[in-house]
């Protein structure tokens, strides 16, 4: 699994998880702001964005990055997942949280049957309906026609058969803090499947502003709610 790293090399662990399709090196703009905050980005790129003969699955990525972390002698860090990425970021920070005590959402999907209800997007309702009637071919056409490579375009497809698959493995139980950065009318994360998936959770902070919209944040390459994560997790590391 690729694992590409920004910002500060000595700085704090932040495991961050970009959103659908997007892979590590979409990361690559934070590099300046998590210099700035003294953050060591380590940006995950989800296996079968890479590998298409890879079954995809929370516990792959989840696996792989504790590895990854380990082998580097990383004991304490800190997860962020945008949008698609999010619940990958919360499996990992939830089963983990003797390593991640706290993980940060931002612009989040959360549980599949509400968001399933509730997106208002017009391209993610087509993607829904292509990915609902098991319509591979016509998905990897559609994205094309959006100019998104066939590689990404497989990966989203992936993350779908994830995200609107089984979540019985998450540990809701788990001590770990969220952080949830929403905006409460984005039409690609519906506030309704963030806000079923944080009522199961122990220990939530909400932060609903228009700034951690889709549509505010896809105007900058570096949105100003990342910026002001980045701020935050320095702020939570030095509290510790």
Known sequence: MEI?????????????????????????????????????????????????????????????????????????????????????????????????????????????????????????????ELFQGSNYSEWMSALGAWKVDSQHAHGAWADFSVLHGDWSKFNLDSACGVEIYHGKDDPNAPYESIQALAALLRNVSWHITDDADHITMAQSDVPQIVDMIFGDVASAAAER
């Open 4 to 128: 590409i790293e920004y910002g500060d090399p000595d700085g704090i662990p932040l495991v961050v998880i970009p959103g659908t399709p997007e892979k590590a090196s979409a990361c690559a703009p934070f590099h300046e702001s998590g210099v700035k905050h003294g953050l060591r980005l380590l940006c995950v790129t989800r296996p079968w964005y890479d590998d298409k003969s890879v079954e995809p699955s929370f516990d792959l990525v989840e696996s792989q990055t504790i590895e990854y972390l380990k082998q580097r002698g990383i004991h304490g860090a800190f997860a962020l997942g945008g949008s698609g990425g999010g619940p990958f970021a919360l499996y990992l920070a939830l089963k983990n949280d003797s390593i991640f005590k706290r993980c940060y959402l931002l612009a989040s999907m959360g549980l599949p049957a509400p968001f399933v209800t509730h997106a208002k997007s017009s391209a993610t309702r087509k993607l829904l």
